[in-house]
C-alpha cells in the first residue's frame, strides 16, 4: 500500500474477501478444472495480481486463475472476469486514499457506476492518475462506487467507494 494517504483522501478501496477462495487451494487440480479454475505459479513480477490481497504474487507463488462475478447487479452491467488469488493471501484493508501499487504500475479502466448498478461515466488512466479520475468520477453525486480493471486483458482488479 502506498506509505501515505492525502488528509482530504474522499475514497476508500476494498479487496475480495479471502474466505470464498480458501477452500479452493484444498481442491486437485482435476477438480479445480471441472470448475474452471486453474492453479498457476507466477514467474514474474508484476504479472499476477492478487485480488485478495492487491499485491502481485512473488515469482514462484502459487495462485488460482478463476472466474469471478464482480458486478453482481440484475441488469446488463452484471459482469464477470478472470482474477488471480495467491495462496494464503489475506484480505487487504486499506485506509482512506490508500492506493495500492498493484494498481500504480498498470494502465486501468475506471467504471463508474449508480445505486442501482447503472453505467455513469467510464475512463481510462494511468495507475498513477488514479486519485484524479476518482475524484472527477465522484464529483458527480449520483456515482455510488467504482470498479477498476486492468485496461488491456480487462481483469477486474478492485472496488473503490466513498469514503
Known amino acids: 500500500?502506498?506509505?501515505?494517504?492525502?488528509?482530504?483522501?474522499t475514497f476508500r478501496i476494498s479487496a475480495l474477501s479471502s474466505e470464498a477462495f480458501e477452500p479452493l487451494f484444498a481442491l486437485d487440480d482435476a477438480t479445480l478444472a471441472a470448475r474452471g479454475i486453474r492453479r498457476v505459479v507466477a514467474d514474474e513480477k508484476p504479472g499476477f495480481p492478487c485480488r485478495v490481497?492487491?499485491?502481485?504474487?512473488?515469482?514462484?507463488?502459487t495462485l488460482l486463475l478463476l472466474g469471478h462475478v464482480h458486478h453482481d447487479v440484475a441488469g446488463p452491467y452484471r459482469a464477470s472476469g478472470p482474477i488471480y488469488v495467491r495462496e494464503r493471501a489475506v484480505t487487504a484493508t486499506t485506509t482512506a486514499?490508500?492506493?495500492?501499487?498493484l494498481l500504480r504500475v498498470r494502465l486501468l479502466s475506471l467504471r463508474a457506476y449508480d445505486a442501482g448498478?447503472?453505467?455513469?461515466?467510464?475512463?481510462?488512466?494511468?495507475?498513477?492518475?488514479?486519485?484524479r479520475v476518482v475524484e472527477r468520477m465522484f464529483a458527480d453525486t449520483a456515482v455510488h462506487y467504482i470498479h477498476v480493471h486492468n485496461a488491456r486483458p480487462g481483469c477486474y482488479d478492485c472496488r473503490i467507494d466513498r469514503a
Open 1 to 9: 500500500m502506498s506509505a501515505t494517504a492525502p488528509a482530504t483522501a
Open 53 to 61: 490481497s492487491l499485491v502481485d504474487a512473488e515469482p514462484g507463488e
Open 97 to 101: 486514499g490508500d492506493v495500492p501499487e
Open 117 to 131: 448498478g447503472w453505467l455513469r461515466d467510464a475512463d481510462v488512466t494511468q495507475g498513477a492518475e488514479l486519485e
